[in-house]
């Protein structure tokens, strides 16, 4: 089994910078690649980044810019650092991991809520 921690999130102003955790603990070793997604109320999950096990990375094109990675190579922490925040920002951030098999593993999602 694996189990996704998320931390950080919370409130920031248009501008800001804000920085997400997410640990992995378990059978780490069945991981193929983490990430992020976010949710805005009424819609479904949207692909925010990716990163494969050798470093690779994919965002998605409203963040690319301003969105970067960062964590370890063993897959155990990874890190969404967020800068230039915008109120469209705004949303449910799940860090997720994508087991061999193909299987889907969720954090518990965390809120962040941009002001302008």
């Known amino acids: 089994q694996v189990q996704l921690v998320e931390s950080g999130g919370g409130m920031a102003q248009a501008g800001d910078s804000m920085t997400l955790s997410c640990k992995a603990s378990?059978?780490?070793?069945?991981?193929?690649?983490m990430g992020w997604y976010r949710q805005f109320p009424g819609k479904q999950r949207e692909l925010v980044a990716t990163?494969?096990?050798?470093?690779?990375?994919e965002f998605a094109d409203a963040v690319k810019d301003r969105f970067t990675t960062s964590g370890d190579h063993a897959m155990k922490t990874i890190f969404l650092h967020m800068r230039t925040l915008k109120p469209d920002d705004s949303a449910i951030y799940f860090c997720y991991a994508l087991k061999m098999g193909d299987s889907y593993i969720w954090g518990q999602g965390t809120q962040v809520t941009v002001s302008s």
């Open positions: 990163i494969g096990q050798t470093g690779q990375v």
């Open positions: 378990g059978s780490t070793n069945l991981i193929k690649k």
